[in-house]
């Protein structure tokens, strides 16, 4: 069976953005997948890139850089026991479902904190091992989100796509991680229980076959055609 | 006098970003502005949207959403107070600048969590109340960055105007803050010295005469032409 990661950023277990882990959850365990949850707000994740993430002597103690340190504590298993733990769980998974709903065009800070965090050079990303090279091969990705706003209002103001861009292809691309096309619940707190059970029921749907999707074709066509 | 918030977020005052800084506080001081700095780090800000950010009681505690509780706790004086703070800086301020590191394609997550948790609705925007009608008039944004790229490896994968779609349209033209252009430092780890100098020179440079720039389009064909 598949191995799925699934990173999860909303603070209540009875909102939509739950629900939808709890069908993802079901639906894949039902598959024969493994499935494991990180619930970024029930641990309290830390999203801050601090001098905490790495245990022991920094390697130049006179101007903290994080992106330094971080590399070199990675390579000598220097990094905090938190990190450490997600990037198990990344190195063994072969999808990465990240569920949240959109704040600001993007991510929750938790969840971009998970990105800063875990995804460090040496583990993720190495000098000229970046996208197609990238360290994390052979892994699928797809980012399932909920909004605020209706289809309607997005398209008045360009593309939805737009904002993908950071995500999908700056952190997911650049990794070596293949993405999946996106799965937007547009506006779920405003409309009918029926259409809210429809998005539901859509879900479902899409992951009894998601296993046979291509993955995109992560250029700036996608995005910006 | 301008007022002028500067929301910074690097871990190292010895660092560039660090350098940026010093220089914007010392010439807007210098030109007669009062100058605030939100220095994130070092304030220890906190970036995850939880329910702590209400005091008191919720409006509707069997289903924890954030939006809806602290836009009640906006309108009944009801946000913590560390929110509460940054709102009213950014309320007296004719100029925000964000002076940070990119992080994966995006702001660090301490900074967004400052996005998220400050810019409630309410006090930032309203229902009908977005873009040019949003609650932020008469003020300007600058975000100041610096990367880890050089210029020429960001132009292989596209525009790097293309980043900052979610960030000065989705965040401050939403909020109908005007902007105005970046400004980007590529790669200062990995140039001389000299070129480093001239980074910083630049940028004194820039703010001598920000006060008369014009603010850009904020229109997709700014981003993506």
């Known amino acids: 069976g598949k191995k799925v990661l699934i990173v999860y950023a909303h603070q209540e277990p009875k909102s939509f953005n739950g629900s939808l882990l709890k069908i993802a959850v079901e639906e894949l365990t039902k598959q024969g997948c493994s499935v494991t949850v990180s619930d970024l707000y029930a641990m309290q994740f830390e999203p801050r890139a601090t001098r905490n993430d790495i245990v022991g002597r920094l ?3 006179e101007a903290f850089n994080y992106g330094v340190e971080t590399w ?6 220097g990094l905090s026991r938190d990190v450490v733990e997600e990037q198990k769980k990344v190195q063994e998974a072969d999808l990465l479902i990240f569920q949240f709903p959109l704040f600001w065009f993007n991510m929750p800070a938790i969840l971009k904190g998970w990105m ?5 050079q040496g583990f993720a990303y190495d000098l000229s091992k970046a996208y197609d090279g990238g360290l994390l091969q052979d892994k699928l990705s797809l980012f399932s989100f ?3 706003g209706s289809k309607e209002k997005y398209a ?4 939805i796509r737009y ?6 292809h700056g952190i997911m691309h650049f990794c070596g991680v293949k993405v999946l096309e996106p799965h937007i619940c547009y506006a779920p707190e405003n409309v009918s229980e029926e259409k809210r059970k429809e998005m539901l029921t859509a879900w479902t749907q899409r992951l009894k076959t998601l296993w046979k999707e291509e993955p995109i ?3 700036p066509e996608w995005y910006f055609k």
Chains 1, 2 share one sequence.
């Open 59 to 61: 390697h130049n103690s």
């Open 72 to 77: 070199e504590a990675y390579k000598r298993g």
């Open 116 to 120: 800063d965090r875990v995804l460090v």
């Open 146 to 148: 909920t909004t605020g």
């Open 156 to 159: 008045t103001r360009g593309d």
């Open 163 to 168: 904002l993908l861009w950071p995500m999908q």
């Open 217 to 219: 074709d992560c250029s």
